[in-house]
Structures are given as structure tokens and as C-alpha cells.
């Protein structure tokens, strides 16, 4: 998904944002990549 577009979706502050984000990593749930100029959140395996 675009990481834009779940950020607007997920109606979090930038603080609890960036911690659910970091905090998703670090357990290896997702993973954020760069797709041309595209960001995007894809659930790990």
C-alpha cells in the first residue's frame, strides 16, 4: 500500500505514526520500500 495513502487511513499523529512504523520494523512486520518514487508498506513474511 502507499505509504502516504495509510498514513491519511491510519488518522495518527506523526509522533504515534513514526512510533507504530518503528515499532512494526523493529518486531519485522513490515517493510518499507521505494518503488520509483513511491513509497510503500509491505507486510514482511
Known amino acids: ?3 502516504g ?3 491519511v487511513k491510519a488518522e ?3 509522533k504515534k505514526w513514526d512510533a507504530a ?3 512494526l ?4 512486520l ?3 520500500s521505494l518503488v520509483g ?3 510503500i508498506v509491505e507486510l514482511a513474511n
Open 1 to 3: 500500500m502507499d505509504l
Open 30 to 32: 513490515v517493510k518499507v
Open 21 to 23: 512504523m518503528k515499532g
Open 5 to 7: 495513502l495509510l498514513k
Open 37 to 39: 518514487e513511491s513509497k
Open 25 to 28: 520494523a523493529k518486531h519485522g
Open 12 to 14: 495518527l499523529s506523526g
